[in-house]
């Protein structure tokens, strides 16, 4: 019996039309075996936290590189908790001041990686948050 895949969506909420960084953390995901949904650009926090739930997903990445990151990110959080999941492991990438990192982690996203990230340490860190909640506790 095959194990199950990880299930992560990639979306880029707001205004913001580059999506480059995303598609590579999408592809990348992809080619170390995670099944990835792209729901492509100018999502609203609404949207994003809908295809979540339709998704069945186990982790969110947000691309933000407009600065409205401490608008966007906490009503998507919000909005994740309403559908109830606690559980999906969300990640936000892109231009992030180091002043803001704390506050988005205070919000409950996971990690925040800048321009430059490896791409394998954002596979390594979505199976480690991801495989660590899947861990029956007992």
Known sequence: MAERKIRVLIAKPGLDGHDRGAKVVA???RDAGMEVIYT???QTPEM???AALQ???DAVGL???SGAHMALVPRVMELLRANGQDHVCVFVGGIIPDTDVPALLAHGVKAVYGPGTSTEKIVEDIRHYVLGQMIPQG
């Open 40 to 42: 492509g650009l100018r």
């Open 55 to 57: 998704e069945d997903v």
């Open 48 to 50: 994003i936290a809908e």
């Open 27 to 29: 592809r990348a995901l």
């Open 63 to 65: 691309s933000i590189l």
